[in-house]
């Protein structure tokens, strides 16, 4: 990651904390669903994409909590 881009197009310096979703987490989550073995299986849609391309895809699931 770059955290240049990610700077420029949306004002965030990734850290540790920005993407906290362990990926092992989140397979183990959708594995417990009925269609987790199908979903898993799957092949991604972004891998061979640019990198400014993965992150407009990936734009609107991506939150910001924040906490006072």
Do not use: C, H, W
């Not at 540790?16 to 092992?24: L, Q």
């Amino acid at each position: 990651m770059s955290a240049k881009y990610f700077y420029e197009n949306a004002d965030i310096i990734p850290q540790n904390v920005n993407f906290a979703i362990k990926v092992d987490y989140l397979k183990n989550l959708i594995s417990m669903l009925p269609d987790g073995e199908e979903i898993l299986s799957q092949k991604s849609q972004l891998r061979n994409l640019p990198l400014e391309t993965q992150f407009e895809k990936i734009k609107p699931f991506i939150v910001i909590i924040k906490t006072y």
